[in-house]
């Protein structure tokens, strides 16, 4: 079970501390968008992740989004912030991970994952040997087979940080 274990877990993309990454030589970050970035209720990010990627970049990290949803969706995302992306990564397959690293130029060493489902993006990063990093969903809306997902996933929370409040 320790292989689904996030390396960090946070509140939100903003409790991150990215410089404790950047000291950590990690220089590529990878973001899952849908409860991460925003709620699949809206449509663009919002002005303070916007705020936010534009100082990651500031400092040096290099950024892209990586989705198991549509291009569509990526592109709602990727125009507004700059970033290159890629859509229906089917994670937990490590496919658009390597792409994203691939773009960015990071090897996995060097990369991070943040995402807020375990059984896709922590275990993406997981298996691509990324250093990952674990957020809260911003908020209760997802799709079914999420919905199923995150019972599970309230199991391993408890089990690793005594938490349930997913």
């Known amino acids: 079970m320790g292989r689904l274990k996030p390396k960090y877990y946070y509140d939100t993309v903003f409790d991150v501390p990215y410089d404790v990454l950047w000291q950590n030589e990690i220089r590529g970050l990878i973001f899952d968008i849908d409860n991460t970035l925003a709620p699949y209720s809206e449509s663009q990010p919002s002005a303070k992740t916007v705020a936010l990627i534009k100082r990651?970049?500031?400092i040096g990290f290099k950024v892209s989004l990586l989705t198991n949803n549509t291009n569509k969706r990526l592109e709602l995302f990727t125009k507004p912030l700059g970033l290159p992306g890629f859509a229906n990564a089917a994670k937990p397959l490590t496919r658009g991970v390597r792409k994203a690293m691939k773009q960015m130029g990071t090897k996995k060493g060097y990369t991070a994952i943040i995402g807020d489902q375990i059984?896709?993006?922590?275990?993406?990063g997981k298996n691509a040997g990324l250093t990952t990093v674990l957020v809260k969903p911003i908020s209760n809306q997802d799709f079914f087979f999420v919905r199923f997902k995150r019972l599970i996933e309230r199991w391993l929370l408890r089990k690793y940080y005594g938490e349930i409040n997913l």
């Open 119 to 124: 059984l896709s993006d922590i275990w993406a």
């Open 56 to 58: 990651l970049q500031r």
